[in-house]
Protein backbone atom coordinates (compact mmCIF):
# COMPACT_ATOMS: atom_id res chain seq x y z
CA UNK A 1 0.00 0.00 0.00
CA UNK A 2 1.20 3.54 -0.65
CA UNK A 3 1.51 5.70 1.87
CA UNK A 4 4.23 8.15 4.20
CA UNK A 5 6.18 6.64 6.44
CA UNK A 6 7.81 8.25 9.76
CA UNK A 7 10.21 6.97 12.26
CA UNK A 8 10.85 6.55 14.72
CA UNK A 9 7.61 7.20 16.66
CA UNK A 10 9.12 8.23 20.19
CA UNK A 11 12.33 10.24 20.05
CA UNK A 12 13.96 11.78 22.98
CA UNK A 13 16.87 14.17 22.68
CA UNK A 14 19.49 15.21 25.03
CA UNK A 15 20.72 18.79 25.55
CA UNK A 16 23.18 19.63 22.70
CA UNK A 17 21.99 17.06 20.74
CA UNK A 18 20.95 16.91 16.88
CA UNK A 19 18.28 14.58 16.38
CA UNK A 20 16.81 13.51 12.64
CA UNK A 21 13.56 12.37 12.10
CA UNK A 22 12.96 9.92 8.75
CA UNK A 23 10.20 10.41 6.34
CA UNK A 24 9.42 8.23 3.14
CA UNK A 25 6.91 8.22 0.73
CA UNK A 26 5.90 5.96 -2.22
CA UNK A 27 3.24 7.85 -3.41
CA UNK A 28 5.67 9.22 -6.23
CA UNK A 29 4.37 12.89 -4.68
CA UNK A 30 6.40 16.00 -5.69
CA UNK A 31 5.77 18.31 -2.75
CA UNK A 32 6.53 17.43 0.86
CA UNK A 33 6.06 19.21 4.66
CA UNK A 34 7.05 18.87 7.57
CA UNK A 35 5.05 20.33 10.28
CA UNK A 36 5.06 20.95 13.92
CA UNK A 37 1.98 20.50 16.41
CA UNK A 38 1.92 21.42 19.84
CA UNK A 39 -0.64 20.29 22.08
CA UNK A 40 -3.80 21.51 21.73
CA UNK A 41 -2.83 22.92 18.63
CA UNK A 42 -2.67 23.35 14.99
CA UNK A 43 0.10 22.60 12.49
CA UNK A 44 2.63 24.97 11.91
CA UNK A 45 4.85 24.29 8.63
CA UNK A 46 8.56 24.29 9.01
CA UNK A 47 9.87 23.27 6.44
CA UNK A 48 8.30 22.50 2.71
CA UNK A 49 9.74 21.22 -0.57
CA UNK A 50 8.38 20.60 -4.30
CA UNK A 51 11.19 19.23 -5.80
CA UNK A 52 14.52 17.38 -5.32
CA UNK A 53 17.43 19.33 -4.20
CA UNK A 54 15.05 22.62 -3.44
CA UNK A 55 13.50 23.33 -0.25
CA UNK A 56 12.02 26.69 1.62
CA UNK A 57 11.64 27.53 4.77
CA UNK A 58 8.21 27.72 6.28
CA UNK A 59 7.20 29.99 9.43
CA UNK A 60 9.02 28.03 12.19
CA UNK A 61 12.10 27.18 10.50
CA UNK A 62 14.97 28.40 12.89
CA UNK A 63 16.52 25.56 14.62
CA UNK A 64 15.59 22.98 12.22
CA UNK A 65 17.36 21.56 8.84
CA UNK A 66 16.67 19.30 5.96
CA UNK A 67 17.30 17.95 2.97
CA UNK A 68 15.86 16.32 -0.66
CA UNK A 69 18.21 14.38 -2.35
CA UNK A 70 16.03 11.83 -3.66
CA UNK A 71 12.16 12.28 -4.24
CA UNK A 72 10.92 10.13 -1.82
CA UNK A 73 12.69 11.12 1.41
CA UNK A 74 12.39 14.57 3.11
CA UNK A 75 13.95 14.05 6.39
CA UNK A 76 14.37 16.54 8.89
CA UNK A 77 17.26 17.60 11.65
CA UNK A 78 16.16 19.18 14.57
CA UNK A 79 19.18 20.98 15.65
CA UNK A 80 20.58 21.90 19.63
CA UNK A 81 19.34 25.80 18.23
CA UNK A 82 15.87 24.83 18.85
CA UNK A 83 15.53 25.57 22.63
CA UNK A 84 11.79 24.06 22.64
CA UNK A 85 11.72 20.90 21.01
CA UNK A 86 9.50 18.79 22.74
CA UNK A 87 6.55 18.63 20.15
CA UNK A 88 4.64 16.34 17.49
CA UNK A 89 6.18 16.72 14.11
CA UNK A 90 4.37 15.81 11.16
CA UNK A 91 5.56 15.05 7.68
CA UNK A 92 3.04 15.38 4.51
CA UNK A 93 3.35 15.03 0.63
CA UNK A 94 1.04 16.07 -1.96
CA UNK A 95 1.03 15.09 -5.81
CA UNK A 96 1.93 17.90 -7.72
CA UNK A 97 3.17 21.09 -6.51
CA UNK A 98 -0.01 23.36 -5.95
CA UNK A 99 -1.85 23.42 -2.88
CA UNK A 100 -5.16 22.60 -4.52
CA UNK A 101 -4.50 19.19 -3.74
CA UNK A 102 -4.93 16.83 -0.40
CA UNK A 103 -2.09 16.65 2.01
CA UNK A 104 -1.52 12.54 2.54
CA UNK A 105 0.30 12.48 6.22
CA UNK A 106 2.31 10.08 8.08
CA UNK A 107 1.76 9.00 11.40
CA UNK A 108 3.93 11.04 13.07
CA UNK A 109 7.07 11.56 15.50
CA UNK A 110 7.08 12.42 18.95
CA UNK A 111 9.76 13.92 20.41
CA UNK A 112 10.61 14.92 24.03
CA UNK A 113 13.67 16.53 25.96
CA UNK A 114 15.41 14.25 28.25
CA UNK B 1 0.51 32.38 12.03
CA UNK B 2 -2.78 30.89 11.89
CA UNK B 3 -5.04 31.45 9.12
CA UNK B 4 -8.12 29.69 10.26
CA UNK B 5 -9.96 29.96 13.74
CA UNK B 6 -12.49 27.09 14.54
CA UNK B 7 -15.26 27.02 16.57
CA UNK B 8 -16.15 25.74 18.70
CA UNK B 9 -12.68 24.68 20.50
CA UNK B 10 -14.48 21.57 21.93
CA UNK B 11 -17.68 19.69 21.18
CA UNK B 12 -19.51 17.08 23.04
CA UNK B 13 -22.50 14.83 21.46
CA UNK B 14 -24.14 11.53 21.87
CA UNK B 15 -24.15 9.16 18.70
CA UNK B 16 -26.83 10.09 16.24
CA UNK B 17 -26.66 13.81 16.48
CA UNK B 18 -25.59 16.25 14.13
CA UNK B 19 -22.03 18.05 15.02
CA UNK B 20 -21.46 21.71 13.46
CA UNK B 21 -17.88 22.78 13.37
CA UNK B 22 -17.13 26.56 12.11
CA UNK B 23 -13.73 27.63 10.13
CA UNK B 24 -13.38 31.78 9.88
CA UNK B 25 -10.32 32.90 7.98
CA UNK B 26 -8.75 36.65 6.77
CA UNK B 27 -7.32 36.77 3.64
CA UNK B 28 -8.84 35.42 0.49
CA UNK B 29 -8.71 31.57 -0.57
CA UNK B 30 -8.18 29.45 -3.83
CA UNK B 31 -9.63 27.02 -1.55
CA UNK B 32 -10.41 25.30 1.83
CA UNK B 33 -9.97 21.84 3.10
CA UNK B 34 -11.16 19.65 5.98
CA UNK B 35 -8.80 17.17 7.59
CA UNK B 36 -9.96 15.00 10.42
CA UNK B 37 -7.04 13.49 12.96
CA UNK B 38 -7.62 10.56 15.65
CA UNK B 39 -5.72 11.09 19.03
CA UNK B 40 -2.11 10.12 18.11
CA UNK B 41 -2.28 10.14 14.70
CA UNK B 42 -1.88 12.15 11.18
CA UNK B 43 -4.15 13.98 9.69
CA UNK B 44 -6.93 12.36 7.23
CA UNK B 45 -8.29 14.43 3.98
CA UNK B 46 -11.67 14.87 4.50
CA UNK B 47 -12.96 17.23 1.58
CA UNK B 48 -11.80 20.13 -0.51
CA UNK B 49 -13.54 22.72 -1.48
CA UNK B 50 -13.25 25.87 -4.29
CA UNK B 51 -13.46 29.54 -3.52
CA UNK B 52 -16.30 29.10 -6.15
CA UNK B 53 -18.22 26.77 -4.68
CA UNK B 54 -20.35 27.07 -2.23
CA UNK B 55 -21.37 23.82 -1.12
CA UNK B 56 -19.78 20.22 -0.98
CA UNK B 57 -21.25 16.44 -0.01
CA UNK B 58 -19.44 13.17 1.16
CA UNK B 59 -20.89 10.37 2.59
CA UNK B 60 -22.53 12.05 5.65
CA UNK B 61 -20.41 15.01 5.40
CA UNK B 62 -21.38 18.43 4.08
CA UNK B 63 -19.14 21.49 3.37
CA UNK B 64 -20.42 24.89 3.01
CA UNK B 65 -18.52 28.20 2.06
CA UNK B 66 -19.23 31.85 2.04
CA UNK B 67 -16.27 33.81 0.68
CA UNK B 68 -18.26 36.91 1.59
CA UNK B 69 -18.23 36.37 5.20
CA UNK B 70 -14.80 34.47 5.22
CA UNK B 71 -16.02 31.19 6.93
CA UNK B 72 -16.80 27.21 6.15
CA UNK B 73 -18.83 24.79 8.29
CA UNK B 74 -18.70 21.42 8.56
CA UNK B 75 -21.56 19.25 9.59
CA UNK B 76 -21.10 15.37 10.20
CA UNK B 77 -25.18 13.58 10.28
CA UNK B 78 -25.92 11.01 12.46
CA UNK B 79 -22.47 10.32 14.21
CA UNK B 80 -21.04 7.87 15.45
CA UNK B 81 -18.36 6.75 18.59
CA UNK B 82 -15.67 6.51 15.71
CA UNK B 83 -16.04 9.94 14.87
CA UNK B 84 -14.83 11.26 17.34
CA UNK B 85 -11.30 12.98 16.64
CA UNK B 86 -10.04 16.64 16.00
CA UNK B 87 -11.31 18.30 12.96
CA UNK B 88 -8.96 21.11 11.08
CA UNK B 89 -9.61 23.68 8.58
CA UNK B 90 -6.75 24.09 6.30
CA UNK B 91 -6.54 27.29 3.39
CA UNK B 92 -4.06 27.80 1.21
CA UNK B 93 -4.54 31.87 2.01
CA UNK B 94 -4.27 33.32 -1.65
CA UNK B 95 -0.14 31.38 -1.55
CA UNK B 96 0.14 28.24 -4.29
CA UNK B 97 2.85 26.20 -2.47
CA UNK B 98 1.55 26.02 1.54
CA UNK B 99 -1.48 25.47 3.63
CA UNK B 100 -2.44 27.04 6.43
CA UNK B 101 -4.26 25.16 9.37
CA UNK B 102 -6.63 26.53 11.98
CA UNK B 103 -6.83 25.48 15.75
CA UNK B 104 -9.20 22.69 15.51
CA UNK B 105 -12.08 21.40 16.76
CA UNK B 106 -11.95 18.37 19.14
CA UNK B 107 -15.18 16.54 18.50
CA UNK B 108 -16.56 14.02 21.29
CA UNK B 109 -19.15 11.45 20.14
CA UNK B 110 -20.42 9.10 22.92
CA UNK B 111 -22.54 6.23 22.60
Known amino acids: DGGITQSPKYLFRKEGQNVTLSCEQNLNHDAMYWYRQDPGQGLRLIYYSQIVNDFQKGDIAEGYSVSREKKESFPLTVTSAQKNPTAFYLC?????????????FGDGTRLSIL | SQQGEEDPQALSIQEGENATMNCSYK?????LQWYRQNSGRGLVHLILIRSNEREKHSGRLRVTLDTSKKSSSLLITASRAADTASYFC???????????FGTGTRLLVSP
Open chain 2, 27 to 31: TSINN
Open chain 2, 90 to 100: ATDASSFQKLV
Open chain 1, 92 to 104: ASTRGTLINQPQH
